[in-house]
């Protein structure tokens, strides 16, 4: 029987306050998170634009929390240097948006940084089944990328189940990340289906009770729906 893997809770930074990004970094570091992510948009793969490299550096300093970067752009190799630069540690490009998704992986994996694959809610899980041997983690949309604050998709969660059966069929150490409204209603379905990274930005940064409780909250109701104990 496999071990569960530790849960893991990522808030996104797509939440925060832009102003003083550097503060909410710090203050996500206090509430206990595990790692920050950056969603990078570029307005041509999803209809936003967000943030790129040079912002991502200067809250480096900020936290010594480890920083993912989810490229949700086109040709992420472009750039790809530049955000291992600014100081992420991993780096999420999207299937959808790679011509060569082997070699791209490769090139992240030579830069120093762990590479990650994020598959959109209608690309099968079988998508990433020939690179798992480059990949650090997948990650399953729970939503279509692009915005926050949008409805968690429930059947979603069959291809999460079919993609940590893949992973632990492969035998390798590979996260399974889930990202889309996430929340206390929707925590615990993608955590029994085999996820173990979640990542939340409205549910954490809109707690009145500060994100503190959000995290702590998140984490116990994943880590009940995964069979997994917490330290005291």
Partial sequence: MTTPRPVRIVPSTLSADFSRLGAECAALEAAG???L???VMDGVFVPNLTFGPDVIAACRSHTSLPFEAHLMVQTPEALAGRYVEAGCGLLIVHAEACV???RTLGQIRALGAAAGVALNPSTPAAAVAEVLDLTDMVLVMTVNPGFGGQKYIATMEPKIAEVRR???Q???DIDLEVDGGIG???VAGAAAAGADVFVAGSAVFGRPEGPAAAVAELRRLAAAARGVELCP
Avoid: F, V
Wanted: hydrophobic content about 35%.
């Fill in 33 to 35: 998170a595990d790692r």
């Fill in 166 to 168: 893949m992973i632990d």
């Fill in 184 to 186: 206390p209603a929707t």
């Fill in 170 to 172: 492969s035998g390798r």
């Fill in 100 to 102: 060569h998704l082997h």
């Fill in 37 to 39: 992510q950056w969603d």
